[in-house]
T-cell receptor, first 114, second 113 residues
Framework: KAGVTQTPRYLIKTRGQQVTLSCSPI?????VSWYQQTPGQGLQFLFE???????NKGNFPGRFSGRQFSNSRSEMNVSTLELGDSALYLC?????????????FGQGTRLTVV | GDSVTQMEGPVTLSEEAFLTINCTYT??????LFWYVQYPGEGLQLLLK?????DKGSNKGFEATYRKETTSFHLEKGSVQVSDSAVYFC????????????FGDGTTLTVKP
């Protein structure tokens, strides 16, 4: 079974630009969650999508958005990039239909804003 | 709200030393508890989990017991190896909200030969 795939692995963007990151979950997993990891703030929850609907949302500004497609693949978008958005963005997939389900993480996308 | 507090790092040990990384949590309900490990340049890998009080999770020589009375989930290993050098994260999650995990700040472990 293929794991969670995130693309691209690395990105360099300029302040003010926008960026789109992609996450392909494990086959059969309908829940995709996104996290931002920075040295100062640690791992912070961005949002979760389940069956194409946003089910949970963290405390991030509206510049951060996401969506999920019918095949469960998810994208997150950050508009008007700021230097502070430089981070490792991780996505995790899970199968909520399983009791005590665990989340499987991708390798992340390293975003650098210059 | 819910939160997870891990012992501050970094932690440096010699090979074959005993490891303890403390983790305590604050929760409004009855979450499942997890330890994840992150190697340089990689995402998070699940190390072990416990879903209810007094459960013990174990994997690759690591153990942690869900202690409801002390709201703790300390990670232990009897004899660490150089290959255990990584960042360790404690986390909690509710089964009714499986898409959202709350993480501790992470503890960096370095094991020297």
């Amino acid at each position: 079974k293929a794991g969670v795939t995130q693309t691209p692995r690395y990105l360099i963007k300029t302040r003010g630009q926008q960026v789109t990151l992609s996450c392909s979950p494990i086959s059969g997993h309908r829940s995709v969650s996104w996290y931002q990891q920075t040295p100062g703030q640690g791992l912070q929850f961005l949002f979760e999508y389940f069956s194409e609907t946003q089910r949970n949302k963290g405390n991030f500004p509206g510049r951060f958005s996401g969506r999920q497609f019918s095949n469960s693949r998810s994208e997150m978008n950050v508009s008007t990039l700021e230097l502070g958005d430089s981070a490792l963005y991780l996505c995790a997939s899970s199968d909520p239909g399983q009791a005590n389900t665990e989340a499987f993480f991708g390798q992340g996308t390293r975003l650098t804003v210059v | 709200g819910d939160s997870v507090t891990q012992m501050e790092g970094p932690v440096t040990l010699s090979e074959e030393a005993f490891l303890t990384i403390n983790c305590t949590y604050t929760a409004t309900g009855y979450p499942s508890l997890f330890w994840y490990v992150q190697y340089p340049g990689e995402g998070l890998q699940l190390l072990l989990k416990a879903t209810k009080a007094d459960d013990k999770g174990s994997n690759k020589g690591f153990e942690a017991t869900y202690r409801k009375e002390t709201t703790s989930f300390h990670l232990e290993k009897g004899s660490v190896q150089v290959s255990d050098s990584a960042v360790y994260f404690c986390a909690l999650r509710y089964n009714t909200n499986a898409g959202k995990s709350t993480f501790g700040d992470g503890t960096t472990l370095t094991v020297k030969p």
